[in-house]
Nanobody, 122 residues
Framework: QVQLVESGGGLVQAGGSLRLSCAAS????????MGWYRQAPGQQSELVAT???????NYADSVKGRFTISRDNAKNTVYLEMNSLKPDDTAVYYC????????????????WGQGTQVTVSS
């Protein structure tokens, strides 16, 4: 079994900062890509940022220059540093990880955290 546990959400004023963390635990052989997605009320889920096992990153245009994704492989943890937050960033943020649970298979399943609320007030 694999679990992803997120932390760091909350309420912040526009222009403020928050740092989200997501730690993976359980039967983990290796972790491929990790990422953050978000879903605002009445909206579809959207990709925020991803980071590969080789530390290549990808960002949504709406967060480029404001958000930074990083990972600590020793801790099986991915972070999202969010600066210059805007009310439009208000959403539930979910972390995702592609995880191999066995040396015997190259298949990496997709696992999700429970979500953490980020609310940015104007």
């Amino acid at each position: 079994q694999v679990q992803l546990v997120e932390s760091g959400g909350g309420l912040v004023q526009a222009g403020g900062s928050l740092r989200l963390s997501c730690a993976a635990s359980g039967s983990i052989f290796s972790i491929n890509a990790m990422g953050w997605y978000r879903q605002a009320p009445g909206q579809q889920s959207e990709l925020v940022a991803t980071v590969t096992s080789g530390d290549s990153t990808n960002y949504a245009d709406s967060v480029k220059g404001r958000f930074t994704i990083s990972r600590d492989n020793a801790k099986n943890t991915v972070y999202l540093e969010m600066n210059s937050l805007k009310p439009d960033d208000t959403a539930v943020y979910y972390c995702n990880a592609r995880i191999r649970i066995s040396r015997a298979s190259t298949f990496a399943g997709s696992y999700w955290g429970q979500g953490t609320q980020v609310t940015v007030s104007s």
